[in-house]
């Protein structure tokens, strides 16, 4: 990948997410490369990877509006036994990466139940494109209902079509898509035996300062002084941040692309944001399984970053907290960072397939201006960073879409009252969490009805439990892995 694109999906990451379940891929060779390996021996065919296409409507909620598009989906037929349930990954905000056709553990389940597999793409993400381009009002039609009426209308066909009616449909989804899984079986439970909605945000709240609170306990988990080092350090950037005559230090510290310029609020805020994002990412994604994705195993863990700002030799915490930084762009292969607000609207202002956001954070952010807010501020004092208030947030909302911060008030209260937030009335929903993992803090993290149990698996990151097991999982998440099996084989005699 382009360091440029890069840098924009990495702030833009950091803000939401990203859930890269789905985003990731395509472009890391080394994870790829084993992935087309497996799958030669295991489907010499390779036909499970191809692209299948189903048509669906626009609008959903416009009977008089009959144009359609082609979504994107994937097949694995493998373990498919006669009688067997069929297995639904729903797609998230980024590309559907065909690696989780053979990889992780809703495979083993199948491969255990006998079970067809299907993943549909989020309509608006990788090569689901409804519209000629990502036009703010083209984004009309990219929504969470919109994208359960997508799912729905694709189960109905499918079993009609392939004679799978009477077959129990099982969905699955980690972060945003474990929302919809949970949100499916909800709104459509004639079309949903149960559902597996892991890491999932229930709740949709515009400001979210929870997120950093649990990476201050996160990081504090690994070292107690860790996370008061990132704030004594994140402070002293602050505070040189008053002084321009500081901007070339700050500029060679953070190997910034060009000379550091805040002109603006929106300026320091992305600096900052971004910074903060090194340990963010971390957080979120501790330790996690992905290589299988093609997400490279860059070593870098809470343990690595706590070690760096715990080192005394490195010099005072903000030279250790731009130590983190470099380490972070060597890391990812980044060059240099590039930080001016002007150059991030650009890139999200720009409405081609081809554009520097398409590969989701115009479309993704576009969500969170519109359905879930999520922004995760530095509005609390319980968390080490400063400078990115909600302000920030809703600033790029009405800068990038022209939506105000009333309208998206009202649009997360609208979002509540459809999915009920954390009132869930339903049964045979399953919600696996992770201690460490910022997103715990929306999401149903104590059993609501024996029928709608939590899983807590203490120590681990987002969405840890999909990921294919390996030798090193702690026990706790190999337990869990095995709990949502048993609760899967229960419920589908049901
Ligand atoms: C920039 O860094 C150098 C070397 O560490 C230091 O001597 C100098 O005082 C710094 N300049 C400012 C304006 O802080
Ligand atoms: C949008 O991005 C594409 C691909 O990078 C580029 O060719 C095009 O010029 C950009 N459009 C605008 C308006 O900047
Ligand atoms: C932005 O939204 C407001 C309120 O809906 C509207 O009056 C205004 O024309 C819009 N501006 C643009 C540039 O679309
Ligand atoms: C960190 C956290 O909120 N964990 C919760 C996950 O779910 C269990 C229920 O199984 C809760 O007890 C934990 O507190």
Redesign the pocket.
């Known amino acids: 990948m382009p360091a440029q694109l890069f840098k924009s999906l990495l702030t833009k990451q950091t803000i939401f997410i990203l859930f890269s379940l789905f985003v990731a891929g395509e472009n890391s060779s080394k994870g790829f490369r084993r992935f087309h390996e497996a799958d030669d021996s295991a489907h010499p065919s390779g036909a499970v990877l191809e692209d299948q296409w189903f048509i669906q409507r626009l609008d959903h909620f416009d009977g008089a509006d009959d144009r359609e598009w082609k979504q994107r989906y994937f097949v694995n037929d493998a373990f498919h036994k006669p009688g067997g349930p069929v297995f639904l990954m729903i797609g998230g905000e980024g590309s559907a990466n065909p690696a989780w056709m053979q990889y992780g553990a809703w495979i083993t389940y199948a491969e255990k139940l006998g079970a067809l597999c299907f993943m549909l793409e989020h309509r608006f993400y990788g090569k689901s494109h409804p519209t000629p381009d990502l036009s703010t009002e083209n984004l009309r039609f990219l929504s969470s209902r919109q994208a359960l009426a997508d799912l729905a209308h694709f189960r109905a066909v499918t079993a009609e079509a392939q004679g799978l009616t009477n077959s129990k449909w099982v969905a699955f989804g980690g972060s945003y898509p474990g929302s919809l899984a949970a949100w499916f079986r909800l709104k459509y439970p004639h079309l949903v035996h149960a559902s597996v909605a892991t890491s999932a945000p229930v709740l949709a709240t515009v400001d979210f300062p929870e997120y950093l609170e649990v990476v201050w306990r996160s990081l504090a988990s690994e070292d107690p002084e860790c996370p008061l080092l990132v704030k004594q350090a994140s402070d002293a950037l602050v505070e040189?941040l008053k002084?321009p005559?500081?901007y070339?230090?700050i500029t060679k510290d953070f190997k910034l692309c060009s000379k550091l310029q805040i002109q603006t609020d929106m300026d320091l805020g992305l600096f900052l944001e971004t910074l903060a994002g090194n340990f963010m990412d971390v957080v979120q994604y501790n330790r996690d399984n992905r290589e299988f994705e093609g997400v490279k195993d860059t070593g870098m863990t809470i343990k690595v970053l706590c070690g760096v700002m715990g080192d005394a030799s490195r010099g005072e915490p903000y030279a250790r907290y731009a130590a983190v930084a470099r380490l972070m762009m060597e890391a990812f292969s980044i060059e240099c960072l590039n930080v001016g607000f002007s150059t991030l609207r650009r890139e999200m202002m720009n409405i081609s397939w081809d554009g520097p956001a398409s590969t989701g954070a115009r479309q993704w952010t576009y969500q969170t201006c519109t359905e879930f807010g999520f922004y995760q501020s530095t509005d609390s004092p319980n968390q080490p960073f400063a400078g990115f208030p909600l302000q920030f947030y809703l600033a790029q909302c009405a800068a990038f879409y022209n939506v105000s911060a009333e309208a998206l008030e009202e649009s997360v209260a609208e979002t509540n009252e459809y999915y009920s937030g954390y009132d869930i009335h339903s049964t045979r929903i399953v919600f696996p969490n992770g201690s460490i993992d910022p997103w715990h803090a929306l999401g149903i993290t104590q059993d609501i009805t024996p029928d709608l149990p939590a899983i807590f698996i203490k120590g681990t990151a987002h969405c840890a439990n999909m990921y294919p097991p390996r030798s090193e999982d702690p026990p706790q998440l190999t337990l869990a892995r095995e709990h949502i099996f048993a609760i899967l084989q229960q419920w589908l005699k049901q």
Do not use: A, E, Q
Request: proline share 0%.
């Open positions: 040189r002084d005559k500081t070339d230090n």
